[in-house]
T-cell receptor, first 113, second 113 residues
Framework: QQQVKQSPQSLIVQKGGISIINCAYE??????FPWYQQFPGKGPALLIA?????SEKKEGRFTISFNKSAKQFSLHFKDSQPGDSATYFC????????????FGEGTQLTVNP | ETGVTQTPRHLVMGMTNKKSLKCEQH?????MYWYKQSAKKPLELMFV???????ENNSVPSRFSPECPNSSHLFLHLHTLQPEDSALYLC????????????FGSGTRLTVV
């Protein structure tokens, strides 16, 4: 059973455009929702994270929006650059499971110059 | 470098070979993890070690055998693998169960021929 579903699978945007990636989860016990960025040949690196007590969190060009009632969260980033081209993973975890992460399938983002 | 080092970066092995993957972290973390990353799939948690003790084996076939001699080192011993085991194997560490700050290594790209 896929507990975290991510879409789209791939995304192409133009330089300067807005990129939006969505995730939906099933387990209402999840209490931490991070986004990871992975470049080719590298492991995933934490980009930004949110907890369910807030509906939005911004860090620089990146924003997480969180909708607890819909069990959805999304990553937005504006002014997309070619250097943002990477695979993005959403994830979720809950403290009672030892904070082990459950990942989405990933979104391959390509930003065209 | 993220502080989590994996060797080798690439490995090609035959189905009858025995090989080992190594992970090393000097971040002072107490929890270490093995994940399998296959194309178009979510990262799959394989094993969890907390203070050198295995706390989770996520129904992984016995041809994968983990070893954690101390909190800084984690190994994954491989024997009689199948071609479908070809994937990127990622090691991660965490200050401890209940913490959310995962740090991933760059992974070992394994090809089974």
């Amino acid at each position: 059973q896929q507990q975290v579903k991510q879409s789209p699978q791939s995304l192409i945007v133009q330089k300067g455009g807005i990129s939006i990636i969505n995730c939906a989860y099933e387990n209402t016990a999840f209490d931490y929702f991070p986004w990871y960025q992975q470049f080719p040949g590298k492991g995933p690196a934490l980009l930004i994270a949110i907890r369910p007590d807030v509906s939005e969190k911004k860090e620089g060009r990146f924003t997480i929006s969180f909708n607890k009632s819909a069990k959805q969260f999304s990553l937005h980033f504006k002014d997309s650059q070619p250097g943002d081209s990477a695979t993005y993973f959403c994830a979720a975890s809950r403290e009672t499971s030892g904070s082990r992460l459950t990942f989405g399938e990933g979104t391959q983002l390509t930003v065209n110059p | 470098e993220t502080g989590v080092t994996q060797t080798p970066r690439h490995l090609v092995m035959g189905m009858t070979n025995k090989k080992s993957l190594k992970c090393e972290q000097h971040l002072g973390h107490n929890a270490m993890y093995w994940y399998k990353q296959s194309a178009k799939k979510p990262l799959e948690l394989m094993f969890v070690y907390n203070f050198k003790e295995q706390t989770e084996n996520n129904s992984v076939p016995s041809r994968f055998s983990p070893e954690c001699p101390n909190s800084s080192h984690l190994f994954l011993h491989l024997h009689t693998l199948q071609p479908e085991d070809s994937a990127l194997y990622l090691c991660a560490s965490n200050p401890g169960e209940g913490h959310y700050g995962y740090t991933f290594g760059s992974g070992t790209r394994l090809t089974v021929v």
